[in-house]
């Protein structure tokens, strides 16, 4: 047996070896590990929600997804992060067609695929399986371009397996002792992977007796910023609102941007917000702007008082371009019509309300650990998922939530616009 973990396999540039990247085993092999390690995103975009059939079947293709990923070559590898960066984000430039260069989205879906190709690619330049495990369980803290949602243990989030750090380590070793061990001796992986199983994988975190309730309004992207709809946006949030009420919820929590506005400029809207909120607590998502800068906010109105909690972490490529100044002025001019980057909180808010206290978090921050500083008890989480529907995005963005509320014993009430708005716990 090799002991010599950082033993390098030094690529070739032969036309021979060329050719191994385009065999048709070596594709399916690469493809076949994507489906695995994709497959529980999936199953629940296509409305399985067993919950035992969901944790075996994941906890099966997360065994044998991540196996392939320890034992095969890396010319599989190099397709393996091609499939899964296709299969997992082939959504990330749908947003080019609010922008008019729509035809840049297939550009973008294969600039995506082979990135992760590459990172993959390189893993495999690593023949020991051990070191792979090593380097899968650093992944998570890889944040290209401060793009975080490639996380490998998410795969797990709906298994036997639990997700914590030291989990997916165990789990990790348990594949990679099956994959060095003669066939006589592999038994032995059953003990670090038993080591890694959750037995509490379907329990979830007390609810308040808060009676809240989450709008799942469904605006098209095309139509949120158009100001011939402004008037029916705000009436019908308003009629949110009061059915709300009658309804006896606590609080209701809006969606991302749903008042498309600035809204702190907005005096006489404002006004009938807080009059309302003396009948309920309001969350709603708007812009807001401090006479300079423009921010992506929540604003929260309790018993007539106003709160405004501003966005901390922004969206890569689209609240801001995480490139050198004039690189980003120039794509923000040429591909946003010279939009520029949103500005941003110091630090995450914990808002104390009547009902409660609560971590804001806006959209995509939800899905990083920075938000989660102290382990909050509990967050509202608005998005605005029309940017990406209809695809796989929300139901991604889900598990990503699911994962991050396991991780830090935090109920996440989600309210989302062409998205999956609910309570994960």
Same mark, same amino acid.
């Given at each position: #047996?090799?002991?010599?973990?950082?033993?390098?396999?030094k690529p070739?540039?032969?036309k021979a070896?060329?050719?191994?990247?385009?065999?048709?085993?070596t594709?399916?092999?690469g493809l076949l $590990?994507?489906?695995?390690l994709?497959?529980?995103?999936?199953?629940d975009?296509?409305?399985?929600?067993?919950?035992?059939a969901?944790a075996?079947l994941?906890?099966l293709?997360?065994?044998a997804?991540?196996?392939l990923?320890?034992t095969?070559?890396?010319?599989?590898?190099?397709?393996?992060?091609?499939f899964?960066?296709?299969?997992w984000?082939?959504?990330i430039?749908?947003?080019?067609?609010?922008?008019?260069?729509g *035809?840049l989205?297939p550009? #973008?879906?294969?600039?995506?695929?082979?990135a992760?190709?590459l990172?993959?690619w390189?893993?495999? +330049?690593?023949?020991?399986?051990?070191?792979?495990?090593?380097?899968?369980?650093?992944?998570s803290?890889f944040?290209?371009?401060?793009?975080?949602w490639?996380i490998?243990?998410?795969?797990?989030v709906?298994?036997? !397996?639990?997700i914590?750090?030291?989990q997916f380590?165990?789990?990790l070793l348990?594949?990679?002792?099956?994959?060095?061990?003669?066939a006589?001796?592999?038994?032995a992986?059953?003990l670090?992977?038993? +080591?890694?199983?959750n037995?509490? !994988?379907?329990?979830?975190?007390p609810l308040p007796?808060?009676?809240?309730?989450?709008?799942?309004?469904?605006?098209?992207?095309a139509?949120k910023?158009d100001?011939?709809?402004?008037?029916?946006?705000? &009436?019908n949030n308003?009629?949110?609102i009061?059915? /709300?009420? &009658?309804?006896?919820?606590?609080m209701?929590?809006?969606?991302?941007?749903?008042f498309?506005?600035?809204? &702190?400029?907005?005096?006489?809207?404002?006004k009938?917000?807080?009059d309302?909120s003396?009948?309920?607590?309001?969350?709603a998502?708007?812009? *807001?702007?401090?006479g300079?800068?423009?921010?992506?906010?929540?604003?929260? !109105?309790d018993?007539?008082k106003?709160y405004?909690?501003?966005?901390?972490?922004?969206?890569?490529?689209?609240?801001?371009?995480?490139?050198p100044k004039?690189?980003a002025?120039?794509?923000?001019d040429t591909?946003?019509?010279?939009?520029?980057?949103?500005?941003?909180?110091?630090?995450p808010?914990?808002?104390?309300?009547?009902?409660g206290?609560f971590?804001? /978090?806006i959209?995509?921050?939800?899905?990083?650990?920075?938000l989660?500083?102290g382990n909050?008890?509990?967050?509202?989480?608005?998005?605005?998922?029309?940017?990406f529907t209809?695809?796989i995005e929300?139901?991604?963005?889900?598990?990503?939530l699911e994962?991050f509320s396991?991780k830090y014993g935090?109920v996440?009430?989600?309210? /989302?616009?062409?998205?999956? $708005?609910?309570?994960?716990?």
């Amino acid at each position: #047996m090799d002991i010599n973990i950082f033993k390098i396999e030094k690529p070739t540039w032969s036309k021979a070896a060329f050719k191994d990247y385009l065999q048709l085993r070596t594709i399916a092999t690469g493809l076949l $590990s994507a489906l695995l390690l994709s497959l529980f995103i999936y199953l629940d975009y296509f409305g399985l929600h067993h919950e035992i059939a969901v944790a075996v079947l994941t906890s099966l293709s997360a065994l044998a997804g991540f196996y392939l990923l320890l034992t095969q070559k890396r010319a599989a590898l190099f397709w393996s992060g091609f499939f899964i960066g296709l299969l997992w984000f082939y959504w990330i430039g749908f947003s080019f067609r609010y922008y008019g260069v729509g *035809y840049l989205i297939p550009l #973008m879906v294969l600039f995506v695929a082979f990135a992760y190709g590459l990172f993959f690619w390189i893993i495999g +330049l690593f023949t020991h399986p051990l070191m792979r495990a090593l380097l899968l369980l650093g992944f998570s803290y890889f944040h290209p371009m401060g793009f975080n949602w490639f996380i490998p243990e998410v795969t797990l989030v709906h298994s036997f !397996f639990g997700i914590a750090k030291w989990q997916f380590a165990l789990f990790l070793l348990g594949l990679t002792v099956a994959a060095l061990l003669p066939a006589k001796y592999k038994i032995a992986a059953i003990l670090p992977l038993a +080591l890694a199983i959750n037995p509490a !994988f379907d329990t979830h975190l007390p609810l308040p007796k808060t009676k809240i309730m989450l709008t799942d309004s469904d605006v098209d992207q095309a139509k949120k910023w158009d100001e011939a709809y402004l008037p029916e946006t705000v &009436n019908n949030n308003i009629a949110d609102i009061l059915d /709300a009420v &009658n309804e006896g919820y606590d609080m209701v929590i809006l969606d991302e941007s749903v008042f498309p506005m600035f809204l &702190n400029t907005d005096i006489n809207l404002t006004k009938q917000l807080q009059d309302l909120s003396k009948d309920i607590v309001i969350v709603a998502g708007a812009l *807001y702007s401090d006479g300079k800068n423009a921010y992506n906010s929540t604003y929260y !109105f309790d018993h007539g008082k106003v709160y405004i909690a501003n966005k901390v972490v922004l969206v890569p490529f689209g609240e801001e371009i995480p490139l050198p100044k004039f690189i980003a002025k120039w794509i923000n001019d040429t591909f946003y019509n010279g939009a520029e980057d949103y500005h941003t909180a110091k630090k995450p808010v914990d808002l104390k309300l009547s009902v409660g206290t609560f971590r804001n /978090a806006i959209c995509y921050e939800a899905t990083r650990d920075e938000l989660f500083e102290g382990n909050p008890k509990q967050m509202i989480a608005i998005s605005n998922n029309a940017w990406f529907t209809p695809s796989i995005e929300p139901t991604l963005q889900k598990a990503l939530l699911e994962y991050f509320s396991k991780k830090y014993g935090t109920v996440i009430y989600h309210s /989302a616009n062409k998205g999956i $708005s609910t309570v994960i716990h």
